[in-house]
């Protein structure tokens, strides 16, 4: 039988142990070899004990779910242990990540005769193959979706680019931005890398933008989610203006088919910080597959989210709407070569986006 005593003493001992391993770092790698087997052990048992005590009541054990987690804390080739500091929400953080997904996926995949992987952001599709594990001959579809309903630009006039980021280059692109969305008959949604970057450009753009505009607020409830698309739905007719993060809550998941979105504007590339785990995937895919790492691991991810970002504008074979990137990086060979569809550079995208919305009227 547990008695409180010795369920303090142990949780207390796990607790000092865990301290000493991160100290004053802000997150940590570990691996098997760091832990103490029998603070560890010990943890896991203790939780255990407490799990079945707790289920003979008939009642849910978190614990257990705990312990079945800490077993998992190895060093499987292709996975990460990470403890890092959570300074927002007060506590210490255990993540087990998977770095490579073939891992799970090739086995599935292995046993089946063929496999339709279906999605729009499955460029560039080399990179895939080799990721998911996928062997053998392959086919690609293109969209069904016409493509005279949609105008494809990349504006390269700006950047967002660490090394270049001013007062000039935030008021450069506010300008630009207001333009396109004036230009734009309906509603439009801006995708930016970050809310910081977001809050950099909003006073100048919104003092130039014709438009009522909205805000995305980090970590929104459903609820919250909801009225806000709500409202910004309501101004189909006069066109409102939807500034969100890359990553935030409208950056997939979210449908405004038929004249609810005419336009989808990406301004920059939401790269990862340079975080232990983001590193650990660059080294990962530097190992499996000699010179690729920075792109498997760092630049591409990026892409696949503002891809999805671009993917919320045209959601049905009778949509029409304008989707712009803004970074002059977009137009760089080796970030347009991630690009399914054909992306015409221009600096002349107000008389581009008027004519292609007087073509369809």
């Known amino acids: 039988e547990l008695k409180n005593d010795e369920c303090h003493e142990s949780l207390n001992r796990l607790e000092y142990w865990i301290k000493e391993l991160i100290m004053d770092l802000d997150e940590v790698i570990v691996k098997q070899g760091e832990f103490d087997p029998g603070k560890f052990t010990e943890a896991i048992e203790l939780f255990e004990k407490l799990a079945e005590r707790t289920r003979e009541d008939n009642k849910r054990s978190y614990l257990g779910t705990i312990a079945n987690f800490l077993m998992k804390y190895t060093d499987e080739e292709g996975y990460i242990n990470i403890i890092r500091k959570n300074y927002e929400r007060k506590h210490i953080e255990f ?43 392959h086919f690609e579809f293109p969209s069904p979706f016409p493509a005279r309903n949609k105008l494809n630009l990349i504006v390269p006039e700006t950047t967002t680019k660490y090394s270049e980021r001013s007062v000039d280059q935030y008021n450069h692109i ?78 997939e998941g979210v449908d405004l088919p038929g004249n609810l979105l005419k336009g989808v504007i990406v301004v920059g590339l939401p790269l990862n910080k340079p975080t232990l785990e983001t590193s650990s995937l660059i080294n990962y895919y530097n190992q499996k597959y000699p010179g690729k790492g920075w792109d498997y691991g760092y630049t591409l991810p990026a892409f696949a989210k503002i891809l999805q970002n671009a993917g919320r504008c045209i959601r049905s074979e009778t949509d029409k709407g304008v989707i712009i990137f803004m970074d002059k990086r977009f137009s760089w060979g080796n970030y347009k070569k991630c690009f399914s569809e054909d992306y015409s550079v221009s600096l002349d995208f107000e008389e581009k986006i008027k004519k292609f919305f007087e073509k369809h009227e």
Do not use: W
């Open 174 to 251: 506010a300008s630009n931005l207001a333009k396109m969305c004036n230009k734009i008959p309906g509603n439009t949604i801006i995708f930016f890398p970050s809310y910081y970057i977001r809050d950099q450009i909003y006073n100048a753009f919104s003092e130039l933008c014709e438009k009522t505009t909205f805000n995305e607020v980090p970590k929104m409830s459903k609820e919250e989610k909801d009225s806000l698309l709500k409202r910004f739905k309501s101004y189909k007719e006069h066109g409102a203006v939807l500034l969100a993060a890359a990553s935030g809550s409208f950056g």
């Open 95 to 137: 993540k087990h990540s998977c770095l490579d997904p073939s891992l799970i996926a090739r086995p599935i995949l292995n046993n089946a005769y063929s496999s339709i992987v279906m999605s729009g952001t499955l460029e560039p599709i080399d990179m895939f193959k080799e990721i998911l594990g996928l062997k053998g001959e």
